[in-house]
C-alpha cells in the first residue's frame, strides 16, 4: 500500500497499474493480487487509510479545544500540519480524486463531500448557539473553509508552498469572518497572529 501511495503521488493513477506497482515494491504482481482483488480494492484500501488517519490525526486536536473558536483553529491548523507531514499522501489522493478513481469505487464524489461537511457545519452552529459565532449559513461557511484547505492539496508537491503560514492565515481569515461582533471585547478571539506570552 506504501508503493502504490509512492507510485500513485509520482507516476499519476492512471499510470499506476498493478505490475507498476510491483516493481516498484520488488515483488511480484501475483503477490499483490493474493492480498487485493485488484486495483480498485488496493486505491479503495489507500483511500480508507489516508483519510482514517486524517481522521486520527485531527479529531484529538479538536477535541481537546473548549471553545467554538479554539475548535475551528484546531481543525484548520491540524488538517494543514498533516498535509504538510505527508505530502506524499495527499498527492496520492489528488490524483485519485481527479483522475477519477472515485467513479471506480462506486463513490459519488457531490455526497461524499456533502458529508464530509456535516461535522464542520455542525461545529458552526454549536459556535453561534453559544454565541461566538454571529449568524451565517453554516454549511457555506463549513464549505468555504474547506475549499480553500483542499485548494491548497493539488500544490503539496510544491516545496516551497509553506503550509504553515498557509494555517496561520486561515486561522486569522475564518476567525475575523465567523466572529460575533456582540461579543464583549475580553471574549473575542485573539486574531492578531500573536502568541500569548
Not at 510491483?22 to 489516508?50: C, N, P, Q
Not at 453559544?130 to 491548497?152: K, N, Q, T
Request: overall charge negative.
Amino acid at each position: 500500500m506504501e508503493s502504490a501511495i509512492e507510485v500513485i503521488a509520482k507516476e499519476g493513477y492512471a499510470n499506476a497499474s498493478l505490475a507498476r506497482i510491483a516493481r516498484h515494491t520488488g515483488i511480484s504482481r501475483g503477490l499483490i493480487s493474493y492480498h487485493f482483488a485488484g486495483k480498485d480494492e488496493l486505491i479503495s484500501r489507500v483511500l480508507v487509510t489516508v483519510f482514517g488517519e486524517v481522521a486520527a490525526y485531527m479529531g484529538p486536536r479538536v477535541e481537546a479545544e473548549r471553545t467554538a473558536v479554539g475548535q475551528l483553529r484546531a481543525y484548520i491548523e491540524s488538517n494543514l500540519a498533516y498535509m504538510d507531514a505527508h505530502r506524499s499522501r495527499i498527492a496520492a489522493v489528488v490524483e485519485i480524486i481527479s483522475g477519477g478513481g472515485l467513479a471506480t469505487l462506486g463513490v459519488d464524489p457531490i455526497q461524499a463531500e456533502e458529508e464530509s461537511l456535516m461535522p464542520l457545519a455542525e461545529l458552526f452552529r454549536r459556535g453561534q448557539v453559544d454565541g461566538e459565532f454571529r449568524a451565517f449559513d453554516p454549511l457555506i461557511m463549513a464549505r468555504s473553509v474547506r475549499g480553500v484547505i483542499d485548494s491548497m492539496a493539488p500544490r503539496v508537491t510544491d516545496v516551497d508552498l509553506d503550509l504553515k503560514a498557509c494555517a496561520r492565515e486561515l486561522t486569522t481569515l475564518f476567525e475575523l469572518a465567523t466572529r460575533n461582533p456582540s461579543r464583549r471585547d475580553n471574549e473575542s478571539p485573539d486574531v492578531s497572529g500573536a502568541k500569548p506570552s
